[in-house]
């Protein structure tokens, strides 16, 4: 199939196009500039694929969670550029395409997903590859970095800013679990659409319309009481 996929859920912004099995993609340290740079990167992207936006049949986004506010111009630029084809889209949690980034990255099969939530809190969420894909060990959730789930077993892999920004706290709630941790990571486009690519093709697409972003918090900033 020919896809496009947006991942801005951290500080880059990554965007990658599929024409069969070639694949085209960027991925860009963008901080702050992720809504001016997206539509560039997309017809960077489209033009290496040798694909136009009429030839695309559905459209992949980094679902969160993760940055607010990345997170809605993932969702927004999906939702336009869908409505104005026609076509259908996909939503990919970003814990688990960072843990499909990371399978790419070490040898392994288990991987903890653990990004900087903000506000001493972290995203956190554990799969192990099966045969047919990814199983769901811990589901995503925000927790304190001293009270994300257990794992069971050892020969994890950690993947994600969150062991940069509260390391210590979650390497020893898993003390002794984990092999490697690969905190410099975070969710790609490119991840986003090989995770995306069959549930197109199982005809699990749906409108543009529910390309709504997945958030898990409620608000993003603390009350000055609250502080």
Known sequence: MN????????????????RGDAVASRHVRAGRSQA????????????EARL???DLEGIAYGAGPGSFTGLRIACGVTQGLALSRG??????????????????EAPGDRFVACVDAHMGEVYHAAYARSRSGW?????PGIYKPQAVPAIPGEGWIGCGNGFTAYG??????????????????????????????????????RDAADAVPVYLREK?????SER
């Open 168 to 205: 210590g706290q979650v390497a020893a709630r898993h003390d002794g679990r984990l092999s490697a941790v690969l905190a410099q990571l975070a969710p790609t486009a490119r991840a986003v659409l090989k995770l995306a690519a069959p549930r197109f093709a199982a005809g699990e697409a």
């Open 87 to 104: 076509v259908p889209v996909v939503g990919v949690g970003t814990l688990l395409a960072l843990a499909e980034d990371a399978s790419h």
């Open 220 to 224: 993003v900033a603390l009350k000055t």
């Open 36 to 47: 001016e740079m997206v539509l560039g990167l997309v017809e960077e992207v489209l033009g």
């Open 135 to 139: 199983d769901e060990i811990s589901a």
């Open 52 to 54: 136009s936006l009429d």
């Open 3 to 18: 896809l496009l996929a947006l991942e801005t859920s951290a500080d880059f912004c990554s965007v990658a196009a599929a």
